[in-house]
């Protein structure tokens, strides 16, 4: 990539000064873990690449509450929760409205369990970590995917970075349960 | 150092998230431990197979996307203007506008001020049309109770108060004729004579109506008092009444009629018959009527 000698947070700082275009770059370098990350979340590619363009839609919106000083990285993972936050209260509600709709989803799971002991290898690990719960999912796709250490993981969670440590440590193992229990 | 810290750090061990100190630790610990060693081994596997699970890419299409968002969005920032206080001031600032263009503006913008002030101040005078209108009403109400203290009071027996009704009279705008017909019966049946003058000079600057030039030419042969008769031959002369000749004439044949009222009556008579230049046309009875000073009159009256 061309634009990696300017840091992210000079460019956003140049976005917040009006000089959209410099939201470019940092789209590049982002949308790809983004997408990673929500689609982790997420489980569903389209809901996911909807989601990355809101992150960048608030970007925009909410540029002029980016304060220079603080990590672009950590600033944008946040927004993403957020993001993921919204989205999954919005389907919680439409969810509550149709009970019916949710055994039917409970059906094709049980339809998707079947076809993944077909699947392959990395898939299996795949749907593995789809059944994890939401927050150590999250927290592994963080540590292991997102490359944050456990401060970044802990500022964005919201507690201390020995927690978040055990926390990734809890969902490992809770990976590995059910991933050998298959 | 215990199993349970160490299985914890195996993650952050194999992450080499580890500090020197610590990691030295853990493989002094794993060397004497084969639980541990085996955790290590199960954790690993897991965390390669983690590592090459399948990383999903975006489509093809969140680029354009991306591009096409930015573009609306640059859009939609462009065209909705900064409407708080700051930023409407910014643009002002900006503007650039030659000075006396300013000026100009400034005193426009003064002159429509005065403008619209004067505008609003004429239009709430206007409003007071309403007011004016109530006025005008209560004048008619008051004017209607005067005709009706006029009325009452004409018949009041005290002269002086059938003389206040009469110059009630005068301050009516336009009398009915109830009031008009009021005063011509005063005009010819009041005992005081003071308060027939003034009713003759009420109804004088009414005489453009017919009914009262009729009253005043038939109240001729009813009036006795010198005075009275005197003042309705020259409102006769003033009116040009030419009716008024016959009644005249009548009122010279009474026996006890005034000399000065007599004179006064065959000027007039004259005067009516032949218009102003009192030539003696068809004079009664002498050809000196034209005659101005009252003492010639009456010099010619007595022959």
Known sequence: ?182 | MNCERTKEQLVDYLGSQLSASEQAELTAHLAECADCREELQAVESMWQTLGKVRVPEPSAHIRPDFYAMLATFKESVDTTPDYTLKGLWQWWLNLDIPRPILRAVYSLCLLGVGLIGGYWFSNSRTTGAADQQQIAQLATQVGNMRQMMMLALIENPSASERLRAVSYTKQLDEPTTKVVDALLSTLDNDPNVNVRLATLEALAPLAQDPAVRQGLVHSLARQESPLVQTALADVMVQLQERRSVKPLRELLKQENLDESVKSKIEQTIQTLSTGRPAAPSTPPRNDQTNLTSPAQRAAVATV
Not at chain 1, 9 to 24: G, R, T
Not at chain 1, 155 to 169: D, N, P
Request: hydrophobic residues 35%.
């Open chain 1, 1 to 182: 990539m061309t634009t990696t000698s300017t840091s992210d947070e000079e460019l956003m700082a140049a976005v917040k000064a009006d000089d959209l275009d410099q939201l470019v770059p940092l789209f590049e370098r982002y949308h790809g873990p983004l997408f990673n990350y929500l689609t982790r979340l997420t489980n569903d590619r389209d809901t996911s690449e909807d989601l990355t363009q809101t992150v960048f839609e608030r970007i925009l919106k909410y540029r002029s509450s980016y304060q220079p000083t603080q990590p672009f990285k950590a600033w944008v993972y946040q927004m993403a929760r957020n993001v993921h936050a919204d989205y999954w209260q919005r389907k919680e509600k439409l969810r509550a409205a149709d009970v019916e709709e949710v055994e039917k989803t409970g059906g094709l799971r049980g339809a998707a369990f079947s076809q993944m002991r077909i699947s392959s290898h990395h898939d299996d690990l795949h749907e593995a970590l789809a059944l994890l719960p939401t927050p150590q999912r999250e927290i592994l796709v963080l540590n292991r995917f997102q490359g944050f250490g456990y401060e970044e993981i802990g500022q964005l969670l919201g507690c201390t970075a020995e927690a978040a440590r055990v926390k990734a440590h809890r969902a490992l193992q809770a990976l590995r349960k059910i991933y050998f229990a298959n």
